[in-house]
Nanobody, 124 residues
Framework: QVQLAESGGGLVQAGGSLRLSCAASGRTFSTLSMGWFRQAPGKEREFVVAISWSGDTTVYSDSVKGRFTISRDNAKNTVYLQMNSLKAEDTAVYYC?????????????????WGQGTQVTVSS
């Protein structure tokens, strides 16, 4: 089993920045590929970004490319999401997810483990 705990959400003005963290436990972190997803009110959960177990490969959704950056620190069992130039449409609950492979990282069905989510609200 893998436990994931997100932190770092909050309220920020448009144009501002936030950094989300996701701490993992229960399994060797360096064997996990990690993803961030988000769900806005009234919408389905959508893919944001993913990073391979080694950190060598990343995939970004077009909506955040150039503004968000994913990184990981395998020594700290933590993955980060640096969010810059935030927009009102980035408002959502952000979820961290993990899978034991690098299988179609944009698809949430491939992730076996999920955190509880952290709220990000961007005021315009």
């Amino acid at each position: 089993q893998v436990q994931l705990a997100e932190s770092g959400g909050g309220l920020v003005q448009a144009g501002g920045s936030l950094r989300l963290s996701c701490a993992a436990s229960g399994r060797t972190f360096s064997t996990l590929s990690m993803g961030w997803f988000r769900q806005a009110p009234g919408k389905e959960r959508e893919f944001v970004v993913a990073i391979s177990w080694s950190g060598d490969t990343t995939v970004y959704s077009d909506s955040v490319k150039g503004r968000f950056t994913i990184s990981r620190d395998n020594a700290k069992n933590t993955v980060y999401l640096q969010m810059n130039s935030l927009k009102a449409e980035d408002t959502a609950v952000y979820y961290c997810a993990a899978q034991g492979r690098w299988t179609t990282p944009v698809s949430q069905r491939n992730y076996a483990y999920w955190g509880q989510g952290t709220q990000v609200t961007v005021s315009s």
